[in-house]
């Protein structure tokens, strides 16, 4: 199955690089709603079936560290982690300015918290395991700009299983650009198992914002 499903990731990215890279031309233009739509929605609520994450409510210094570190290398190159070597050729043609843009645009989108989707999941299990994150996400999953942390409350949950999975396996937070990412790769250590992680999100989907 992984052999045919990579060939045509294989495709897609290149493609996508390929249009990214018309419309980025020239050395700045407006950036064009689009660009991100095809993966993000028209909502700003993300897409599950491509993992892409919901922006609309994302803290803007926090992706704009995302946008700069896909841009640099420092995320989205580990061949296992395969959504993020697909944001990773979008990102590495946007000048400051494109991404100044992209982060007053997605600052037009109402917050809207994403609808929870995970089953199985131990709530109590889980409240005990956020502990260790509370300590930089806060005790509501609110975020800290201070400790570089995001808010939590609100994402799509199939995504922060998707990251701390790939916190936890190496795929992300290794690079030596990625120092925050280093830290959350240190965090990840205390969920043992998948299960750990589906309990611990399924908590963070009970958090309110």
């Not at 918290?113 to 994150?133: F, H, I, K, S």
């Not at 806060?138 to 799509?156: F, I, S, V």
Request: aromatic residues 8%.
């Amino acid at each position: 199955m992984m052999r045919k499903v990579l060939p045509v990731l294989a495709v897609l990215t290149l493609t996508a690089v390929a249009s990214a890279s018309t419309w980025a031309a020239e050395p700045h233009e407006p950036v064009d709603h689009r660009f991100c739509f095809t993966c993000h929605g028209t909502d700003g609520m993300g897409s599950e079936g491509i993992q892409a994450p919901r922006l609309a409510g994302m803290e803007p210094w926090y992706l704009k560290r995302q946008l700069e570190l896909f841009r640099a290398g420092g995320r989205g190159k580990h061949p296992s982690d395969i959504e993020g070597m697909e944001m990773q050729p979008m990102a590495v043609i946007l000048t400051d300015e494109n991404i100044a843009d992209i982060i007053d645009w997605a600052g037009t989108w109402e917050y809207k918290p994403a609808v929870p989707t995970l089953t199985g999941g131990n709530v109590e299990r889980g409240q005990q395991l956020y502990q260790v994150c509370a300590s930089c996400h806060g005790a509501e999953a609110q975020g800290n700009e201070a400790m570089n942390a995001p808010a939590l409350q609100g994402q799509n949950d199939w995504y922060l299983v998707t990251q701390l999975k790939n916190f936890k396996a190496g795929y992300r937070g290794v690079d030596p650009l990625d120092t925050y990412g280093a830290q959350m790769r240190l965090m990840t250590s205390g969920l043992v198992d998948d299960q750990a992680i589906i309990d611990v999100v399924s908590y963070i989907n009970t958090l309110g914002r």
